[in-house]
């Protein structure tokens, strides 16, 4: 059973670009989330897809958006990257009952805007 | 709006000793669910330990075990027999069924094992 991927594990922007991080799900997970987690902070959750559709979304602006595809990998896009955008991006996969069986994260992408 | 509230910044134990790290949470809400997940060195976030609201029985996964005070809403963490693996940051969170499935993190609190 393979885990959670993601792609790249380090990057490094412009302020003003834009970035597209990945996410390969665990064989079996349906459901996607992606958090951000600051430097010496816990995660903050971004958003939450279930079956390509976003059912739930933390406090982020419209410039963060993401998209799941139909095996169940997942994309977040983050526009016009702001240096506040620099942090540690963990994606975190599950099946719908994840209040049982908890998300399973991957390592997390670190994004550096200078 | 829930919270959760992690004191301790930073703590040490000696191998084989025995820690508890503290978290309280804040909520109004009754059908919740508790999770405490380990962060070691390579960043991926792993579950420890999960504790539902509606149960009195405190969960228990070998070396770890919570003590799940709700009318406190208090849910800290025992390792017992500590070893050099359990080095990591342990988050304490929080999912409230009726807002989606999200986890709310506390800040974390950095357990250093010692020989």
């Known amino acids: 059973e393979t885990g959670v991927t993601q792609s790249p594990t380090h990057l490094i922007k412009t302020r003003g670009q834009q970035v597209t991080l990945r996410c390969s799900s665990q064989?079996?997970?349906?459901?996607v989330s992606w958090y951000q987690q600051a430097l010496g902070q816990g995660p903050q959750f971004i958003f939450q897809y279930y079956r390509e559709e976003e059912n739930g979304r933390g406090n982020f602006p419209p410039r963060f958006s993401g998209l799941q595809f139909p095996n169940y990998s997942s994309e977040l896009n983050v526009n016009a990257l702001e240096l506040d955008d620099s942090a540690l991006y963990l994606c975190?996969?599950?099946?719908?009952?994840?209040?049982?069986?908890?998300?399973?994260f991957g390592s997390g992408t670190r994004l550096t805007v200078v | 709006a829930q919270t959760v509230t992690q004191s301790q910044p930073e703590m040490s134990v000696q191998e084989a000793e025995t820690v508890t790290l503290s978290c309280t949470y804040d909520?109004?809400?009754?059908?919740?669910?508790l999770f405490w997940y380990k962060q070691p060195p390579s960043r991926q976030m792993i579950l420890v330990i999960r504790q539902e609201a509606y149960k009195q029985q405190n969960a228990t996964e070998n070396r770890f075990s919570v003590n799940f005070q709700k009318a406190a809403k208090s849910f800290s963490l025992k390792i017992s027999d500590s070893q050099l693996g359990d080095t990591a940051m342990y988050f304490c969170?929080?999912?409230?069924?009726?807002?989606?499935?999200?986890?709310?993190f506390g800040k974390g609190t950095s357990l250093l094992v010692t020989p």
């Open positions: 975190a996969s599950s099946t719908q009952f994840a209040e049982l069986y908890g998300y399973t």
């Open positions: 909520t109004s809400e009754s059908n919740y669910y």
């Open positions: 969170a929080f999912m409230n069924l009726n807002s989606g499935y999200a986890l709310n």
């Open positions: 064989s079996g997970h349906n459901t």
